[in-house]
Nanobody, 126 residues
Framework: QVQLVESGGGSVQVGDSLRLSCTAAGGSLSDYVMAWFRQASGKEREFVASASWASTGTYYANRSVKGRFTISRDNAKNTVYLQMNNLKPEDTAVYYC??????????????????WGQGTQVTVSS
C-alpha cells in the first residue's frame, strides 16, 4: 500500500512562491497517476493538477491555477511536486497529494483516487 507524505506548505505573502512535495513510501509512484487537490475552509475539496503515470501528460482543471501552478514528478525520487507561483489569498487551503493506480490523468474527482496524504497547509496573506 502506498503511503503519501506532503511537505512544503507554509505562510507566505501575495505574489510569493512555494513548492510542495509529495513523497511515497511502500511502493513506486511510477505506476500511479499523481494529483494535487486542495480544500479551503468550509469548501469542498477541489482538483488542482495531475500528472500521468507514464509521464506523458499533465492536466490542470482549475482556470485560476493554470499558468501559475506546475505539477511535475521525479519517479526516481518517488516524488511529485507542485510549484506554485504568484500566490493569491484565494490559494489558501490544505493541499493534498493523491494517487491512482494506472488510471487516467484526467481524473478530477476525489473519489477516483485511492491513496491520499495527510495534507499540508498553505496560507497566503495580503
Amino acid at each position: 500500500q502506498v503511503q503519501l507524505v506532503e511537505s512544503g506548505g507554509g505562510s507566505v505573502q501575495v505574489g510569493d512562491s512555494l513548492r510542495l512535495s509529495c513523497t511515497a513510501a511502500g511502493g513506486s509512484l511510477s505506476d500511479y497517476v499523481m494529483a494535487w487537490f486542495r480544500q479551503a475552509s468550509g469548501k469542498e475539496r477541489e482538483f488542482v493538477a495531475s500528472a500521468s503515470w507514464a509521464s506523458t501528460g499533465t492536466y490542470y482543471a482549475n482556470r485560476s491555477v493554470k499558468g501559475r501552478f506546475t505539477i511535475s514528478r521525479d519517479n526516481a525520487k518517488n516524488t511529485v511536486y507542485l510549484q506554485m507561483n504568484n500566490l493569491k489569498p484565494e490559494d489558501t487551503a490544505v493541499y493534498y497529494c493523491a494517487a491512482d493506480y494506472r488510471g487516467s490523468y484526467t481524473l478530477t474527482q476525489s473519489y477516483e483516487y485511492q491513496y491520499w496524504g495527510q495534507g499540508t497547509q498553505v496560507t497566503v496573506s495580503s
